[in-house]
């Protein structure tokens, strides 16, 4: 069961971040960033299944909600037809990119094929299976973590200055 | 699997039902619908207003500050969730309570100075 | 908890002067100019830059309520941090306030962005956690990519902002997915945590993971080469006080940040044993970053790029520094070099970037060396103190920036666990070509006829503020006793390390709800 749901999850993920970029919905940035809210989905099942509750539960909020809003308030602001890109050319630095991401690919297989290195299990971990629920996080983030939470605001507060300076029409 | 996952089975069965409602709809009309294919049935509205320009075009980037502010406030209240669940919790240890009621007071006070410099600077108007 | 308060005072200050200062520019007049917002910021500083001395005085504090005790050490190494990264900031607001007028971009927030990027930079320096590291180094980052862009009608800053925020965040990336492997690996991200581990268990792969993600991520920040790339562009589109921030402060925090995390966390002997160790690829990459950083700077037409790559390859000199630092007892930095040459660094180039800001006006920027031309017979104070400046980053004596250089060197002809005599030959031949390129500013200044009439801006407190860096950088480079004791108090003494905040305790200490509600 455990196995039918992460295969099913897993392939979604990777089909619908691949439509991403890849045409027939790569062509059109509204589609990819529509396909990007599926991948997100996907992902947050993935996040269940790794009982990390809360970042599930933020994935949706967060990402597939209010940052997806914003690559389209994006896209729509800067409206790019794909006449204005011209036909794709191959270039040098696509062609090192692919050789990167082969390369990268290739190690990782390696290694999960391998079965060592990575895929020994992390040692000192807690292992329960509370270990990602809202309330262990919750517990966590405002007792241990009580300084770099209250920064956060401060961090917020900066980026709602930095969006004022740089985007506003009239200062 | 654990019964914290369990939990999640009718958000499948829900996300399920949702995509084949929406799939089967979307096919049946695809098979059984009319199609006549010409200008007039292809215009965005038929028999109406003559199209002057395309629809696609760009947004004001006065949208986009409404949009940040938007994530940010959002951020804001996503740290609100896990201090929400465990504050009944955190209330029946006296020592630990007004830690508890202190630090989400301040983050929302340091927040709340944001939102104050944002109405005075005049950003949620539309200028 | 009071104490811990008091102790935690400069912090709190530069936060409270920060939120203050935003206040005041709302609530102010807003066609009042903004230059009292700036005399407040620098006010507010000092108030923090002197309760750091008296923290520094008492040698280091020791944080007892466990929540500030996990997330923040405040030992001198810290709190050298903080009067550097303090007296930078200070010296760039006072740079500010007649520079912002001229470029047409004088809105208030310039201020509390310095405040808070300072703010930022303090957390780096004095995080006992990698959370708390991240979160500073993101205010940091943050306020200081909008700095960059802050004269928005120019397409140069925009150009700045955008190339600075696209690699700042890759980098971040990077810094992240290190830390996860960080916290997979030990299952903590406190540094004591970490090292602790580290100390029993071989880091492995894993180690080397975090070693290249994390080496990344700082050499963004540090901009060593090959991660140098966006340097020239964000430091010549920034406003010129913010490049000077940049160099002297968002560095420094940079390289705190870079030694506490790789002494403490990864200082262990397994981690020298790796197929990739952290200090050999530091030693390359101080040898390459010094030797471009130079000759790239050599053939330099505007002054603000120079000073640029002159940056880059400093880095590479303070590189050498943190290669012979070694952990003691995993907490401790030894080599006191690496603080006096950030001192000497971190002053000289914001007071060089100080003056160059005179020579901004209209909001134009167009400082080639054509335009230095006879700057000394129009502004005399102003080409002297570029003159000390010069010299310090060259490393002629009598300024700081020689003895810098003298004792990092003598510290890395010391270390023991590696020889570094290669290293230092390669950076005296680099300190010889960049006489060259320093000497040349000052040829110009003083040598050469003004082209034409260039408009400079005069101001008082920009002239204070390249006074003042001048004035330390010549009395630490002369009388160097009493900083010489500072820096080698903030390399060693650290009281954390004695009292070993053991970990596993401390987390579970402020739990009052261990127990699963059911």
Request: proline content about 4%; glycine content about 8%; hydrophobic content about 55%.
């Amino acid at each position: 069961m455990e196995q039918v749901i992460f295969w099913i999850l897993a392939i979604g993920t990777v089909a619908s971040s691949v439509a991403v970029i890849v045409p027939p919905m790569g062509r059109n940035p509204v589609h990819g960033a529509l396909s990007l809210v599926v991948a997100f989905f996907f992902l947050a099942g993935l996040y269940v299944m790794l009982v990390a509750h809360l970042v599930a539960v933020l994935q949706v909020l967060i990402y597939a909600g209010a940052i997806v809003v914003l690559f389209l308030f994006v896209i729509m602001l800067l409206n790019i037809q794909s006449e204005d890109l011209g036909h794709p050319r191959p270039t040098i630095s696509k062609l090192i990119g692919v050789i990167a991401v082969g390369f990268v690919s290739i190690v990782l297989i390696g290694f999960i094929l391998k079965d060592k290195g990575m895929a020994e299990p992390p040692v000192g971990l807690p292992s329960d299976s509370t270990f990602g629920t809202v309330k262990t996080v919750g517990n966590l983030l405002y007792t241990s973590y009580i300084v770099p939470f209250e920064l956060t605001s401060i961090l917020l507060l900066v980026a709602v200055i930095g969006a004022v300076i740089m985007a506003k029409r009239r200062l | 699997m654990l019964d914290s996952q369990i939990e999640y089975i009718p958000v499948l069965i829900m996300l399920a039902i949702c995509s084949a409602a929406i799939g089967g709809m979307l096919t049946l009309n695809f098979l059984l619908g009319p199609k006549r294919k010409n200008a007039i049935k292809n215009a965005p509205f038929e028999s109406g207003e003559k199209q002057i320009h395309s629809p696609k075009r760009r947004f004001s980037v006065k949208f986009y500050l409404v949009g940040i502010f938007f994530i940010v406030f959002d951020i804001e209240a996503v740290f609100l969730f896990p201090w929400a669940t465990l504050y009944r919790q955190w209330l029946r240890d006296p020592a630990f309570a007004w830690v508890a009621f202190g630090e989400m007071f301040l983050f929302l006070g340091i927040l709340s100075l944001g939102l104050v410099y944002v109405w005075r600077r005049g950003a949620l108007e539309w200028d | 908890m009071a104490a811990d308060l008091a102790h935690l005072s400069p912090l709190l200050i530069v936060c409270c002067v920060g939120l203050g200062i935003l206040l005041l520019d709302v609530f102010a007049d807003p066609k009042q100019p903004k230059t009292f917002i700036g005399y407040v910021a620098v006010v507010g500083l000092l108030v923090a830059l002197a309760a750091t001395g008296w923290l520094f005085a008492t040698g280091g504090v020791l944080l007892t309520q466990p929540y500030f005790a996990v997330a923040l050490t405040l030992d001198p190494f810290a709190l050298f941090g903080f009067a550097l990264i303090l007296v930078v900031a200070i010296l760039t607001t006072l740079a500010s306030v007649h520079y912002l007028p001229s470029q047409r971009c004088e809105w208030g927030e310039y201020y509390s962005l310095v405040v808070f990027a300072s703010l930022g930079m303090m957390v780096m320096v004095a995080a006992a956690d990698l959370i708390t590291m991240f979160v500073g180094l993101e205010i940091m980052s943050v306020a200081i990519y909008v700095l960059a862009g802050f004269k928005r009608q120019s397409p140069f800053a925009i150009e700045a902002a955008m190339k600075y925020f696209f690699l700042g965040a890759f980098a971040t990336g990077f810094l992240l997915y290190g830390l996860a492997f960080v916290y997979g690996a030990t299952g903590s991200t406190n540094l004591n945590v970490v090292a602790e581990h580290f100390a029993k268990n071989d880091p492995g792969l894993y180690g080397i993971v975090i070693v290249i993600m994390m080496i990344v991520a700082f050499g963004f920040k540090i901009a060593a080469v090959p991660f140098h790339m966006w340097t020239p562009d964000v430091y010549e589109g920034s406003p010129s006080p913010i490049a000077g921030l940049m160099a002297g402060g968002v560095k420094t925090a940079a390289f705190l940040a870079l030694a506490r995390v790789f002494l403490t966390a990864f200082g262990g002997a397994d981690f020298e044993n790796l197929a990739i160790s952290w200090r050999e690829v530091f030693y390359w990459l101080a040898i390459l970053t010094m030797t471009v950083g130079n000759i790239l700077a050599v053939v330099q037409q505007n002054v603000k790029r120079m000073l640029a790559y002159s940056s880059i390859s400093h880095a590479g000199y303070i590189l050498i520094g943190i290669v012979a630092s070694r952990s003691v007892d995993g907490g401790a930095v030894a080599g006191s070099g690496l603080f006096f040459y950030l001192l000497a660094y971190a002053l000289s180039s914001v007071g060089a970037f100080a003056v160059v800001s005179m020579l901004g006006k209209d909001g134009e920027e167009d400082i080639t060396y054509g335009n230095l031309a006879g700057f000394a017979y129009r502004h005399g104070f102003a080409a002297l103190c570029m003159v000390i400046f010069m010299a310090s980053l060259a490393g002629i004596p009598p300024t700081a920036g020689f003895l810098g250089k003298y004792l990092v060197f003598t510290d890395a002809l010391a270390a023991t666990h590696m020889n570094l005599l290669p290293l230092v030959l390669v950076a005296v031949v680099n300190s010889m070509i960049g006489v060259y390129y320093y000497l040349k500013v000052i040829v110009f200044m003083y040598m050469r006829e003004p082209r034409r009439e260039f408009e400079t801006i005069r101001s008082v407190p920009m002239g204070i503020a390249f006074g003042l860096a001048a004035l330390v950088v010549v009395v630490c480079g002369s009388f160097p006793d009493t900083t010489i004791r500072w820096s080698a108090k903030a390399a060693t003494g650290n009281p954390s390390a004695d009292s070993a905040i053991s970990a596993a305790s401390v987390i579970d200490v402020p739990a009052p709800v261990a127990t699963t509600a059911k």
